[in-house]
């Protein structure tokens, strides 16, 4: 019967280095894609007000499109990097100049990650506004 690659080069090594644990279990196999996670891209708060048509709109921040791949993105819209003391809210563009504030509303950020988007569709842009106005630095985790 013959050895996998993996079971063969993890004896080999193991025989090599006098029975060092931590390389005969190192993987074989490249890293794909999928371990790849979510995304932390960094941006700024904006500011929410009305537009022309007197829907809600988003303006002044970097907006953050949802990566298309469930392989390199998480489901929610999370504020990882923030002020602490300063409350968040996330929002959507639904298209044709509709924009939209998440279900959470605002969230106070105390250092730890915040929910502020559930269940985020590929492709949605998105905004982060804040009670402490725009220009905020912030970094999320999409």
């Known amino acids: 019967m013959r050895m996998s690659q993996r079971l063969a080069t993890g004896a ?8 060092v644990a ?13 371990a ?15 537009n022309a048509h007197g829907l809600p709109e988003f303006s ?7 990566p298309s791949t469930s392989a390199t993105t998480c489901h ?24 939209g504030a998440c279900n959470a509303g605002y969230v106070k950020y105390s250092g730890s990650p915040i929910v502020l988007c559930t269940n985020v569709l590929a492709g949605t842009t998105m905004g982060v506004t804040s009670s402490s106005g725009a220009g905020l630095s912030i970094t999320i985790e999409d």
């Open 12 to 19: 080999a090594a193991f025989a090599l280095f006098g029975g």
């Open 22 to 34: 931590a390389v005969a279990t190192a993987p074989a196999e490249a890293v794909t894609p999928a």
């Open 36 to 50: 790849v996670g979510c995304q932390f891209p960094t941006g700024t708060t904006g500011t929410s007000g009305t």
């Open 60 to 66: 002044g921040g970097k907006t953050f499109v949802k």
């Open 76 to 99: 929610d819209l999370n504020l990882w990097k923030g002020n602490s003391g300063v409350s968040y809210e996330g929002w959507l563009y639904y298209g044709n100049g509709n924009w």
